[in-house]
């Protein structure tokens, strides 16, 4: 191996780690994943509101005549409940209920 293969492959490790470290901090999905969320939610109303639909946001979730959308943080972290437009209640799932 060269030394320019070396310097790669450990900063390549260096960038993953930090990527790692960073994706299991509070902070991280505090202040950034739930920003995030809310500018995704305000995004989507805004492009379904130019469409003709009439949707609301609350935080994190878009608000539709058929149903409540709730943006995931991130796709490691996937939603446990999900709202039942049939019955109008909350049903728990874990994340493996949907492979």
Known sequence: MNKQT????ILFCLLMGAFYWLD?????????????SRLIAH?????LSF?????????????????RFEIANS???TLRKTYHTLHGRWIHRSHMDYA
């Open 6 to 9: 070396t310097k790669w492959i």
């Open 24 to 36: 299991q901090s509070e902070w991280f999905h505090e202040v950034v994943l739930s920003s995030l």
């Open 75 to 77: 796709c490691n972290q």
């Open 43 to 47: 995004v989507t109303a805004g492009v």
């Open 51 to 67: 469409l003709g639909l009439h949707v609301k946001v609350a935080n994190e979730a878009v608000i539709t005549t058929s149903g």
